[in-house]
Nanobody, 115 residues
């Protein structure tokens, strides 16, 4: 089992920034990839950003150039730096870890962009 603890969500004005963190613990060996997904009200969950164990990243088109994913392997933590936030970024953000054939999810953290 892998346990994930997220932090960093909140309310910010359009154009602002937030940094999400997700710390993994438990059976964290052989993690293939870590990432962030989000689900806005009334919409399907979507991948926001993902980073593999060797540092390769991919992003949703809607966040490219604004969001940056990174990971600290020593701390088993993945980060999502979100800049130039828009109201459309409002959602619950979920941390995701892929380990072999298994997927693990955090509890979610609310991000609200509003003036």
């Amino acid at each position: 089992q892998v346990q994930l603890v997220e932090s960093g969500g909140g309310l910010v004005q359009p154009g602002g920034s937030l940094r999400l963190s997700c710390a993994a613990s438990g059976s964290i060996f052989s993690i293939n990839a870590m990432g962030w997904y989000r689900r806005a009200s009334g919409k399907e969950r979507e991948m926001v950003a993902r980073i593999t164990s060797d540092g390769n990243t991919n992003y949703a088109e809607s966040v490219k150039g604004r969001f940056t994913i990174s990971r600290d392997n020593g701390k088993n933590t993945v980060y999502l730096q979100m800049n130039s936030l828009k109201p459309d970024d409002t959602a619950v953000y979920y941390c995701n870890v892929q380990r072999g054939p298994f997927q693990y999810w955090g509890q979610g953290t609310q991000v609200t962009i509003s003036s």
